[in-house]
């Protein structure tokens, strides 16, 4: 599975749009690029996924570069609520394992 | 409501007292997994189940446990706790394995253990 590199941290303020990097040069074609969210220790939630196209669902956007070595997830209009820990991973849509986490990016909301 | 529910929440035990963890879903999800979270590690899977009666270990079950006798239910079991197993744990579920259109995982709340 090709790696993931993401931000420590990062901040943005109260109804901006935030936007979390994630590399994944290594990336094979068959891979696609998965952002779930986990907000102070509760369980991790799905944002959204994607192949090769950009994506929107009620929740965010996904931007992938067209050589798909990044990604951008764009949280349109942030509130405190959406602080939290992103992450950012690829992982094949036919395999039968788990995806790997790693450590993802601190996203904090100011008010 | 869809949900992944673990009990219990929270748990401080003794060394070698047999535990159990338990994970229930509402969704008919075949998939169900656990995970273990601890700081600076990340999630790590424990154990996964494709479907009843089929389970198969993920990156770290060593001192664990599982069964899935049904499809809602999915125990985790350590029968001799150590305090190197003090982590929170996630049970998750999903409509199937990762590798088909489950990628959609739905997460437990999440079980504080603490071994002494």
């Known amino acids: 599975d090709a790696k993931t590199t993401q931000p420590p941290s990062m901040d943005c303020a109260e109804g901006r749009a935030a936007n979390l990097p994630c590399n994944h040069s290594t990336i094979s074609g068959n891979e696609y690029v998965y952002w779930y969210r986990q907000i102070h220790s509760q369980g991790p939630q799905y944002i959204i996924h994607?192949?090769?196209?950009?994506e929107t669902n009620e929740m965010a956007s996904l931007i992938i570069t067209e050589d798909r070595k990044s990604s951008t997830l764009i949280l349109p209009h942030a509130t405190l609520r959406d602080t939290a820990v992103y992450y950012c991973?690829?992982?094949?849509?036919?395999?039968?394992?788990?995806?790997?986490w790693g450590a993802g990016t601190k996203l904090i909301i100011k008010p | 409501e869809a949900q992944v529910t673990q009990n219990p929440r929270y748990l401080i035990t003794v060394t070698g007292k047999k535990l159990t963890v338990t994970c229930s879903q509402n969704m008919n999800h075949e998939y169900m997994s656990w995970y273990r979270q601890d700081p600076g590690l990340g999630l790590r899977q424990i154990y996964y189940s494709m479907n009843v009666e089929v389970t198969d270990k993920g990156d770290v079950p060593e001192g664990y446990k599982v069964s899935r006798k049904e499809k809602r239910n999915f125990p985790l079991i350590l029968e001799s706790p150590s305090p190197n197993q003090t982590s929170l744990y996630f049970c998750?579920?999903?409509?199937?394995?990762?590798?088909?259109?489950?990628?959609?995982?739905?997460f437990g709340p999440g079980t504080r253990l603490t071994v002494t």
């Open positions: 994607g192949l090769k196209n950009n």
């Open positions: 991973i690829v992982r094949a849509m036919d395999s039968n394992y788990q995806l790997i």
């Open positions: 998750a579920s999903s409509f199937g394995p990762i590798g088909t259109h489950a990628y959609e995982q739905y």
